[in-house]
Antibody, heavy 121, light 109 residues
């Protein structure tokens, strides 16, 4: 069974750094992409970026470029989303999702349970 | 900046049929945008329903179907159940980047 398990909720102060994680299991971690999605309180889903753990090829939504860093460690089948200096506006639920590219099409299937990040002074 | 537009809200009666649509600011939506449809219920993580325009995941009930309709991606629910009340997002692929629509809040009443 494909599973994506995310790290637990975080409460941080503005200016602090943070890394949240998404551990994949039940499939070949290096041959699928992992995407990150933001959902601010009461709002819709926003695509942040995607990484291919096989070679760490990473693509960012221009709106998030330079604001976060996406990485992966294939030895522990885990993807990461990192902030160097959080802002209150980073308060949101963050989801990871598996993205497959095969047979001429691309799709999302499994999602993590979400990690709630709260940034407040 | 690319915008993907969906109806903000729709209402359907139990047992009825409803079609949600997904339009791209760049022009007609085709299969090359690999339309995906995602369902999210309050307090829950999103769940993938449809991919590649009209392909169901193994867990997707047969009452959900995807298509292309008048230059848009479409999600049709036939024989709507009360548990289908949720927010539905389409997701389109633009040459290396994915973009979500704003979502359609579906009320079953």
């Amino acid at each position: 069974e494909v599973q994506l398990v995310q790290s637990g909720a975080e409460v941080k102060k503005p200016g602090e750094s943070l890394t949240i994680s998404c551990k994949g299991s039940g499939y070949s971690f290096t041959t699928s992409w992992i995407g990150w999605v933001r959902q601010m309180p009461g709002k819709g889903l926003e695509w942040m970026g995607i990484i291919y753990p096989g070679d760490s090829d990473t693509r960012y939504n221009p709106s998030f470029q330079g604001l976060v860093t996406i990485s992966a460690d294939k030895s522990i089948t885990t993807a990461f989303l990192q902030w160097s200096s959080l802002k209150a506006s980073d308060t949101a639920m963050y989801y990871c999702a598996r993205v497959i590219s095969a047979a001429g099409i691309r799709w999302l299937d499994s999602w993590g349970q979400g990690t709630l990040v709260t940034v407040s002074s | 900046q690319t915008v993907v537009a969906q109806e903000p809200s729709l209402t359907v009666s139990p047992g009825g049929t409803v079609t949600l649509t997904c339009a791209s600011s760049t022009g007609a939506v085709t299969g090359g945008y690999y339309p995906n449809w995602i369902q999210q219920k309050p307090g829950q993580a999103p769940r993938a329903l449809i991919y590649g325009t009209n392909l169901r995941h193994s867990w997707t009930p047969a009452r959900f179907s995807g298509s292309l309709l008048g230059g848009k991606a479409a999600l049709t629910l036939s024989g709507v159940q009360p548990e289908d009340e949720a927010k539905y997002y389409c997701l389109l692929y633009y040459a290396g980047a994915w973009v979500f629509g704003g979502g359609t809040e579906l009320t079953v009443l």
